[in-house]
T-cell receptor, first 115, second 117 residues
Framework: EAGVAQSPRYKIIEKRQSVAFWCNPI?????LYWYQQILGQGPKLLIQ????????DSQLPKDRFSAERLKGVDSTLKIQPAKLEDSAVYLC?????????????FGPGTRLTVL | AQKITQTQPGMFVQEKEAVTLDCTYD???????LFWYKQPSSGEMIFLIY??????QNATEGRYSLNFQKARKSANLVISASQLGDSAMYFC??????????????FGQGTELSVKP
């Protein structure tokens, strides 16, 4: 079974530029999460999708971050314009709700550096 | 308020010895799940073990066991017979709400474990 795929793995941009990350979850997983992990900290949820609907985006900086999950499969996370403090690893995860304990499977992450 | 607290920023353990990584949590929800993840330097988060708040027995998965003390709100990870490949960051996480199967994970700050040969 293929895991969660993310691209790109690394991205370096200047502040005020825009950037987009892509995630392909495990086949059949209805729930998709985007987490932000700042260096030295644990991941923090940015947004959660159930199929193509948003379940939780309470911690998403909506003035600059946006995300979509068209057709309930792939997802993209965009930052526009980027700030220095957006430098982090962006992790995508997916889960199969039929599993009672809701194990979340994580992708390899995209490491963003904003200069 | 911090919901997940990992008080050990770094830990060292000798190869083949056991090590305990501490985790305390804070929730008023009677239904919750506790998770431990391993994050090697490559960056991916690897699920290790799960404990539900209503589980009567401590969870075990191979060399990993979870010392769940509900009254003290602690969920310590025990790794037996440490291996060099266990060197990584370890995160404790919590999901609140039994029926909230799709709920987000709340992570602690992590503990960096180094296994010495």
């Amino acid at each position: 079974e293929a895991g969660v795929a993310q691209s790109p793995r690394y991205k370096i941009i200047e502040k005020r530029q825009s950037v987009a990350f892509w995630c392909n979850p495990i086949s059949g997983h209805a729930t998709l999460y985007w987490y932000q992990q700042i260096l030295g900290q644990g991941p923090k949820l940015l947004i959660q999708f159930q199929n193509n609907g948003v379940v939780d985006d309470s911690q998403l900086p909506k003035d600059r971050f946006s995300a979509e999950r068209l057709k309930g499969v792939d997802s993209t996370l965009k930052i526009q314009p980027a700030k220095l403090e957006d430098s982090a690893v962006y992790l995508c995860a997916s889960s199969l709700l039929r599993v009672s304990y809701n194990e979340q499977f994580f992708g390899p992450g995209t490491r963003l550096t904003v200069l | 308020a911090q919901k997940i607290t990992q008080t050990q920023p770094g830990m060292f353990v000798q190869e083949k010895e056991a090590v305990t990584l501490d985790c305390t949590y804070d929730t008023s929800d009677p239904s919750y799940g506790l998770f431990w993840y391993k994050q090697p330097s490559s960056g991916e988060m690897i699920f290790l073990i799960y404990q539900g708040s209503y589980d009567q027995q401590n969870a075990t998965e191979g060399r990993y066991s979870l010392n769940f003390q509900k009254a003290r709100k602690s969920a310590n990870l025990v790794i037996s017979a440490s291996q060099l490949g266990d060197s990584a960051m370890y995160f404790c996480a919590m999901r609140e709400g039994w029926n909230n199967q799709g709920g987000k994970l709340i992570f602690g700050q992590g503990t960096e474990l180094s296994v010495k040969p």
